[in-house]
């Protein structure tokens, strides 16, 4: 009893509904600040499943359409194949009149167990429920909205309007109008290039979809030439979108990074703009630690995982290294690297065609021939490791309130947005709890095994007097292309020629002033201070990093975290042999070439690498080919926001 008046304690709307070809089943759907609860109950059974509030990203409502033919949707005969559903704000579609249901998609991406063991993956669940308790299309639809305004505003965490959750409270227009929603685009910095050279098409069949099922408008940007990203958010007015999204590799993050750090607002833009990660480049490697940091199944599928991050409006601080080499000063996000991992960046560049494969082909080709770097290392130890905690975000971000309102009825309304067509139904989520399958199931053309699977369960509500006759119903998501629209005005894309007020092409991204938080450590030039440890030697290689992950197969800092205050220091000296240092290669996917004889791993506050003169060689910051020489650099704790799930 206890659990059931904690339940109507926390429950906002209430509702009964039902499945046509299920006579005995109906459902019982609370919405609480948990989430959506369904309570099915068939022949005298109960089950309960929990759609997660923290796992919904959006909803919205839409009206059955007329048919061509001169049939109603209802109609006793009519084919399933007819039926067609149009978004309820659309004036200019022809409605049929005869079904005056109003149906509420809601959209969620689940974690579910694969059939591997202790493999996890998300995978959407589209949840529709056809309100259809009255006569009048505007009734039903009020209905509808007011579940649509709850669960966006419990999206948002912002608190539930309750007078306009009442089942007396009238006005459709105030309730449309209540939702809570974003004003500002999200602005998208894409590089066609990325990788194996397919960004634009990833971000159109893989992204777009799940932005538009949480009504994120967007502006996308073509990146032109080298450097295109730094110069667009150095000089634009980057205020008026909600968050910077690039899409691409790392190359376009660090583009973007210090195109801010070169604004006089760096600081506004730093705080005020979290940054958005779409891995579509070869490494990867920040976008895999984001996830890693979060548990979650990154590997799975990482364009839903990465765009889930952005569209759930959580962020979390990021710390940023300042980079001090004899020409510039730059800041890095993810590694400096100097020797064997510099080497294979930056030489397997011209294998960029076969996306990460590159760097597992060209380590083969510098083992065999093995390189040794004469110079000095320095760096400041930092003195006190935290403990490494896993955190679970999932329970973080899905904290209950306390909240004793009971409201018994709901809310919904579409925006013009669009989903790509061809994502995979799997079955309906009836048929799911009742272990079975369902005649309903259908696979669209054209998609692969990569694509995100959909559970789809249709409900729809009884009707709430004795003397009328149950109308007749459909499964609106059977015909899944006819919920795709265009985005019209709301997303848009623009090309170089917008671009006035940009430099020179090709400038290059040090010709102008870096801003940024003072520096602590003395000029690149003078010593060392004595508080630092120094070695004089031959060295394979020495990399810093501050992610977790320098690719989605590559764990160089296990315990690395996004703003930890650490730079994970690792020096590997001369004379370690072929064999262990291909034993450290493989051991990189799991985390164990820490353990491999010959590597050291540090945590430091700052370091400097002094390369002996004569000698030539790479050094790389976040990937990118410096100035060789004498480089140095130091940590700023949570100096950016990152996008998180």
């Known amino acids: 009893m206890e659990e059931e008046n904690q339940v109507r304690i926390t429950s906002f709307l209430e509702e009964t509904f039902y499945i046509t070809s299920k006579k005995n089943t109906i459902y019982r759907v609370k919405l609480t600040e948990k989430g959506l609860s369904l309570q099915k109950e068939s022949n005298g059974s109960t089950k309960i499943e929990l759609i997660p509030l923290c796992d919904i990203i959006g909803c919205r409502c839409m009206r059955s359409k007329k048919q061509n033919a001169g049939s109603c949707a209802c109609r006793p005969g009519a084919s399933k194949s007819q039926l067609r559903l149009v978004e309820s ?10 079904d005056t249901s109003a149906y509420l998609y809601i959209y969620a991406y689940t974690i579910k167990k694969a059939r591997v063991k202790n493999a996890r993956r998300r995978e959407r669940t589209t949840i529709t429920l056809r309100f259809r308790s009255f006569d009048r299309y505007e009734d039903n639809l009020r209905e509808a909205s007011r579940w649509r305004l709850a669960i966006k505003c419990l999206i948002s965490k912002i608190p539930v309007p ?5 089942p007396s409270h009238g ?5 449309v109008n209540a939702c809570p929603g974003e ?4 602005l998208v910095l894409l590089n066609p290039k990325s990788g194996p050279g397919r960004g634009r098409e990833i971000f159109q069949r893989r992204i777009h979809p799940i932005l538009s099922e949480a009504e994120k408008p967007y502006e996308v940007h073509i990146t032109k030439y080298s450097n295109y990203a730094t110069d667009f958010v150095r000089t634009k007015d980057i205020f008026q979108w909600s968050c910077l999204l690039m899409v691409g590799g790392d190359g376009i993050i660090f583009e973007v990074i210090n195109g801010l750090l070169q604004r006089p607002d760096w600081e506004k833009a730093l705080k005020e703009l979290p940054l958005g990660i779409i891995p579509c480049g070869s490494g990867n490697g920040l976008a895999k630690s984001i996830a890693h940091s979060r548990q979650e199944p990154y590997n799975s599928n990482p364009m839903l995982i990465s765009a889930l991050s952005v569209v759930k409006c959580k962020q979390t601080p990021m710390d940023l290294v300042r980079v001090e080499t004899k020409n510039h000063i730059l800041y890095s996000f993810l590694s400096v690297g100097w020797g064997f991992l510099a080497d294979i960046d930056i030489e397997s560049e011209h294998l960029r065609a076969i996306g990460g494969q590159r760097f597992t082909v060209w380590s083969i080709a510098r083992l065999i021939g093995l390189r040794t770097y004469k110079g000095i290392v320095s760096y400041l130890p930092y003195n006190k490791v935290p403990i490494v905690e896993n955190l679970n975000n999932g329970n ?3 904290k209950e309130q306390n909240n004793d309102i009971k409201i018994p009825h709901s809310k919904s309304f579409g925006d013009e947005l669009d989903r790509f067509g061809g994502i995979r139904e799997s079955k309906s989520y009836h048929d799911t709890l009742d272990g079975g399958t369902n005649g309903l199931n ?3 053309n054209n998609c692969n095994e990569s694509e995100v699977l959909s559970d789809t369960i249709e409900l729809e ?3 709430q007097t004795q003397t009328r006759h149950r109308l007749d119903s459909f499964y609106s998501a059977t015909s899944v292309k006819s919920t795709y629209f265009s985005t019209g005005s709301i997303s848009s894309y623009h090309s170089m020629d917008d671009l006035e007020i940009l430099g020179k092409e090709g400038e290059n991204i040090n010709e102008n002033v870096t801003y ?11 010593p060392v201070p004595n508080n630092w440890t120094q070695i004089n030697g031959e060295f394979v290689m020495v990399h810093a990093a501050y992610q977790s992950h320098l690719g989605q197969d590559c764990i160089f800092a296990p315990h690395a975290r996004l703003a930890d205050g650490i730079i994970w220091l690792l020096i590997i000296k001369a004379g370690i042999s072929r064999s262990q240092l291909f034993q450290f290669l493989l051991g990189m996917s799991t985390g164990t070439h820490l353990t491999v004889p010959g590597v050291e791993m540090i945590p430091v506050k700052a370091f400097r690498i002094e390369p002996a003169e004569g000698v030539n060689g790479y050094l790389t910051v976040d990937g990118e080919n410096v100035d060789y020489g004498p480089i140095q650099a130091e940590i700023f704790p949570s100096l950016a926001n990152v996008m998180c799930p």
């Open 89 to 98: 704000t659309e004036v200019t579609q022809p409605f049929d009149e005869y």
């Open 162 to 166: 309750k007078t306009l959750m009442s």
């Open 171 to 175: 006005n459709l227009e105030s309730i």
């Open 183 to 186: 004003q500002r685009k999200l």
């Open 396 to 398: 973080i971000y899905c």
């Open 442 to 444: 259908h696979v669209l």
């Open 461 to 463: 509500t009884e009707t």
């Open 516 to 526: 940024g938080p003072a520096s602590s450590l003395p000029a690149l030039t003078a």
